[in-house]
T-cell receptor, first 111, second 113 residues
Framework: DAEITQSPRHKITETGRQVTLACHQT?????MFWYRQDLGHGLRLIHY???????NKGEVSDGYSVSRSNTEDLPLTLESAASSQTSVYFC??????????FGPGTRLTVL | DQQVKQNSPSLSVQEGRISILNCDYT??????FLWYKKYPAEGPTFLIS?????DKNEDGRFTVFLNKSAKHLSLHIVPSQPGDSAVYFC????????????FGGGTRLMVKP
């Protein structure tokens, strides 16, 4: 079955370290998204991509970057992790009808 | 400024009764609305959606109502079951062609047996 996966599921890192969270989908969707979920804020968009070599900033993009070298993957990189980036991160992709499907999430703790 | 708001952070309902979850939006350009359900330690799961050309969409126990003039949508779950206990997010987008979603803050629904 086609699916969307994220790795790692849990990550603890230190302030200042570079961290990369992986997202992989097998639906061949063009549109992919990264969100963070924090208490009281719902899900907030970090970056998104509408296809290979396309990346765009979302609402809370500072301190994050993405790259899209193929259709299946959209890795999210924290250039220099900060404690404010402790959160749960969700990757999603969208089918042609516009419905977004989410991965299981990565819980990131920055100490 | 939150464009999509869920003003009730939590809701408790007895099993078998109706659950009504509400969502308000401010951006009149939104024309596609979705509800997601989220269990702990899992990603949000798509539940039901509605286009702005409709005012109601039904799928089994779940019905979404859209009132464009009031910029308000609601999700009705009838009858509520304990397995429905989860956090529900409403989301909106400017079209249904894969554009980014704007989410509300979520409502935690607890269905008591």
């Amino acid at each position: 079955d086609a699916e969307i996966t994220q790795s790692p599921r849990h990550k603890i890192t230190e302030t200042g370290r570079q961290v990369t969270l992986a997202c992989h989908q097998t639906w061949n969707h063009n549109n992919m998204f990264w969100y963070r979920q924090d208490l009281g804020h719902g899900l907030r968009l970090i970056h998104y991509s509408y296809g290979v070599q396309d990346t765009n900033k979302g609402e809370v993009s500072d301190g994050y970057s993405v790259s899209r070298s193929n259709t299946e993957d959209l890795p999210l990189t924290l250039e220099s992790a900060a404690s404010s980036q402790t959160s749960v991160y969700f990757c999603a992709s969208t089918n042609p009808e516009g419905t977004q499907y989410f991965g299981p999430g990565t819980r990131l703790t920055v100490l | 400024d939150q464009q999509v708001k869920q003003n009730s952070p939590s809701l408790s309902v007895q099993e078998g009764r109706i659950s009504i979850l509400n969502c308000d939006y401010t951006n009149s350009m939104f024309d596609y609305f979705l509800w997601y359900k989220k269990y702990p330690a899992e990603g949000p799961t798509f539940l039901i959606s509605i286009s702005s050309i409709k005012d109601k969409n039904e799928d089994g126990r779940f019905t979404v109502f859209l009132n464009k003039s009031a910029k308000h949508l609601s999700l009705h779950i009838v009858p509520s079951q304990p397995g429905d206990s989860a956090v529900y997010f409403c989301a909106a987008s400017r079209n249904n062609a894969g554009n980014m979603l704007t989410f509300g803050g979520g409502t935690r629904l607890m269905v008591k047996p």
